[in-house]
């Protein structure tokens, strides 16, 4: 098991949708380049679902908008003190080179993978269970007998249309997370609540616990407060509360 372990709770809409592509893209990255037919599988459902995200008629304004947003901080930020500028020039220019790409695509994101026939197919048998089977799709069965190498070229093919959102999205959740510094807390018998800044919008909660504990983190957060529970997992019971204090690093991410 991994020494620490962080659990992330984002705070509005936004951000939200921007960690479940990454977390899309993470699991994209894993299966892609393997040989076997149940990597293929894994990555089509991985990029089906990330196609879901963005056929969403906002998020292409709601992506432009943190673009937009994160640029005019940083350019505040040009002139200000003991500021990195050749490190802040460098991702301002990555900010405004994403923006500009999304700025002069024309058509949906992806259009090429959703025009395409599998995919297609892909998508309308998705909500059934099981429905990616011989039966249900035998030109899916019959992709799949491809040579490894194919499958691979063509889901890289696929996959590479998304970088347009894939740079940007990974850019900013760098950003955000890097924002604010760690503090050391403790959960009083696995319990932790403290009071919200609601004129410091905060966009992410991240608590990093070590990994060799038995409890989890359960975050609730809202504008005013923030909550957190750690609680170890019961064969065939509710998770109970920890009963002892959880000492743990918070970081309320502020951009």
């Given at each position: 098991m991994s020494d620490t372990i962080y659990y992330e709770q984002p705070l509005n809409e936004r951000i939200r949708t921007f960690l479940r592509l990454e977390h899309l893209f993470c699991q994209s990255d894993y299966t892609l380049r393997g040989f076997s037919i149940w990597d293929s599988r894994s990555t089509l459902h991985a990029l089906v679902d990330t196609l879901e995200i963005l056929s969403r008629s906002d998020f292409k304004s709601e992506l432009l908008i943190e673009l937009e947003r994160q640029s005019s901080k940083l350019i505040a930020l040009?002139?200000?003190?003991?500021?990195?500028?050749?490190?802040?020039?460098?991702?301002?220019?990555?900010?405004?080179?994403?923006?500009?790409?999304?700025?002069?695509?024309?058509?949906?994101?992806?259009?090429?993978?959703?025009?395409?026939?599998?995919?297609?197919?892909?998508?309308?048998?998705?909500?059934?269970?099981?429905?990616?089977?011989?039966?249900?799709?035998?030109?899916?069965?019959?992709?799949?007998?491809?040579?490894?190498?194919?499958?691979?070229?063509?889901?890289?093919?696929?996959?590479?249309?998304?970088?347009?959102?894939?740079?940007?999205?990974?850019?900013?959740?760098?950003?955000?997370?890097?924002?604010?510094?760690?503090?050391?807390?403790?959960?009083?018998?696995?319990?932790?609540?403290?009071?919200?800044?609601?004129?410091?919008?905060?966009?992410?909660i991240r608590v990093m616990v070590d990994g060799n504990l038995p409890h989890y983190a359960e975050i609730s957060a809202g504008k005013h407060r923030l909550t957190?529970?750690?609680?170890?997992?019961?064969?065939?019971?509710?998770?109970?509360?920890a009963q002892n204090n959880v000492d743990f690093k918070l970081t309320c991410c502020s951009i």
């Open positions: 040009q002139n200000a003190p003991g500021v990195d500028t050749q490190q802040l020039d460098m991702v301002l220019s990555e900010l405004q080179s994403a923006e500009q790409a999304l700025h002069e695509l024309n058509g949906q994101i992806g259009q090429q993978a959703r025009d395409h026939d599998l995919i297609a197919n892909l998508r309308q048998r998705g909500p059934t269970p099981g429905g990616d089977c011989p039966i249900d799709l035998p030109a899916l069965h019959l992709w799949l007998q491809q040579a490894p190498e194919q499958r691979i070229e063509q889901l890289e093919h696929w996959n590479n249309e998304l970088s347009i959102v894939r740079k940007p999205v990974a850019l900013l959740l760098g950003m955000i997370r890097e924002a604010s510094m760690p503090e050391n807390k403790q959960a009083s018998e696995g319990f932790y609540q403290q009071s919200l800044d609601s004129n410091t919008p905060i966009q992410l957190i529970r750690f609680l170890e997992p019961q064969l065939g019971r509710r998770p109970l509360q």
